[in-house]
């Protein structure tokens, strides 16, 4: 069965600072891929980025960027220089490429970034 | 380009009463998913559609929940009767797909979710 662990419930970063966010994954499948998406108190969820099992580098998007560390089966998501309105609800998901598309979510990190 | 969209933003019910939410994807996007996101977790698909056809319903409690994709663009998903355990987020979320369906790139974009309580 597949699963998304996020260990963090909540985490503090001072403004400009760098943050990671944690994400482990648990498949048999070894076609795979990660995404991470960002949660404001608006309720929108907003993709932020992806990553392939097969993807030889590590994706990054503007101040975001993903440590993935396939053998430990880790995702986890860097922001750098941390901006007040990066507050918000963090999840994690995955998404196998044999029986249906779903993504399966973590539980989601909460991240407050103060001045 | 717009995104998804979802009304109402937020219903509130009393048990046994009768709820339906609407979603309109992107446009051209052949796959639509509603998911259920109970408060402190991450969302929970309940359906998926490929076009007007159901991919996967797997998870919907269909003794209460029902859900169409007339026409293969928008959607509704009814509660009938509501429970109190189904207070939750409803999001809506749309991928582009290609002929032979869903890629495992294929970025699903998320609409505002509809919040409700049921009381």
């Known amino acids: 069965a597949q699963k998304i662990t996020q260990t963090q419930p909540g985490m503090f970063v001072q403004e400009k600072e760098a943050v990671t966010l944690d994400c482990t994954y648990d498949?048999?499948?070894?076609?795979?891929?990660l995404f991470w998406y960002k949660q404001p108190s608006s309720g929108e969820m907003i993709f932020l980025i992806y990553?392939?099992?097969?993807?030889?580098q590590n994706a990054t998007e503007g101040r975001y960027s993903l440590n993935f560390q396939k053998a430990r089966k880790s995702a986890n998501l860097v922001i750098s220089a941390s901006q007040l309105g990066d507050s918000a609800m963090y999840f994690c998901?995955?998404?196998?490429?044999?029986?249906?598309?779903?993504?399966?979510f973590g539980t989601g990190t909460r991240l407050q970034v103060f001045p | 380009e717009a995104g998804v969209a979802q009304s109402p933003r937020y219903k509130i019910i009393e048990k046994r009463q009768s709820v339906a939410f609407w979603c309109n994807p992107i446009?051209?996007?052949?796959?639509l998913y509603w998911y259920q996101q109970i408060l402190g977790q991450g969302p929970k698909l309940l359906i998926q559609?490929?076009?007007?056809?159901?991919?996967?319903d797997s998870q919907l409690p269909k003794d209460r929940f029902s859900a169409e994709r007339l026409k293969g663009v928008d959607s509704t998903l009814k509660i009938q009767p509501a429970k109190l355990e189904d207070s939750a987020v409803y999001l809506c979320?749309?991928?582009?797909?290609?002929?032979?369906?869903?890629?495992?790139?294929?970025?699903?974009?998320f609409g505002p979710g509809t919040r409700l309580t049921v009381l």
């Open positions: 498949t048999s499948d070894p076609s795979y891929g």
């Open positions: 446009s051209g996007h052949a796959t």
């Open positions: 979320a749309s991928s582009l797909s290609g002929l032979a369906g869903p890629r495992i790139t294929d970025t699903q974009y």
């Open positions: 559609f490929q076009n007007n056809g159901v991919v996967d």
């Open positions: 990553q392939g099992s097969y993807d030889q």
């Open positions: 998901a995955m998404r196998e490429s044999r029986g249906t598309d779903k993504l399966i």
